[in-house]
């Protein structure tokens, strides 16, 4: 068997609406920079020391990742945005680094939620907003994930950083 791997999907924080702005280039909401910061603190408590990311193109996307504080390298996928399960896993077999035991892929919703369930049918999750991400255990090397099913991929949670 595999070493068992970590994989965080994050939805982007919460994104503002200027007028005139396409989908693409809309900017993270003040809300949306303060629980992408808490989503980073959050996940530093957990002990989660993240080795790669995958990150969408879009604007609100990108800040989200800034805003975690995570320093780790950054690859910037055009399909992740707007990206179905199959399009999100082919970015992780397509860009993951094969020495990293932890990957966060920075996306959208209904991607980020979907692809956990895709790994983990037996998982569940009631609701995924702005900011939240699952975090879930696999035992295929990155470049095989999603291919066929692995009996060991285990949704462990879902976490929505929201101020107290």
């Known amino acids: 068997m595999s070493d068992t791997r970590t994989l965080i999907l994050m939805r982007h924080g919460k994104s503002g609406y200027p007028p005139a702005t396409a989908d693409h280039d809309r900017p993270l909401a003040e809300r949306g920079d303060r629980q992408a ?3 980073g603190r959050w996940m ?3 002990g989660l020391s993240v080795d790669a990311v995958l990150c969408s193109t879009s604007t609100r996307t990108r800040q989200t990742l800034r805003r ?3 320093d780790a390298p950054v690859t910037f996928v055009d399909d992740i945005y707007g990206g179905d399960p199959d ?4 970015s992780i077999r397509t860009h993951a680094p094969p020495h990293a035991h932890t990957v966060l892929v920075v996306g959208h919703e209904p991607g980020m939620p979907a692809t956990a369930l895709t790994l983990d049918p037996s998982g569940h999750i009631d609701r995924f907003p ?3 991400y699952a975090v879930v255990t696999v035992t295929h090397p990155w470049d095989r994930l999603g291919l066929e099913p692995d009996p060991d991929a285990h949704l462990i949670g879902v976490r929505v ?3 107290e």
């Open 37 to 39: 910061a808490l989503a």
């Open 44 to 46: 530093a408590d957990e």
């Open 68 to 70: 975690t504080g995570i």
């Open 87 to 90: 399009d999100v896993l082919e």
């Open 130 to 132: 702005t900011s939240a």
């Open 161 to 163: 950083p929201r101020e």
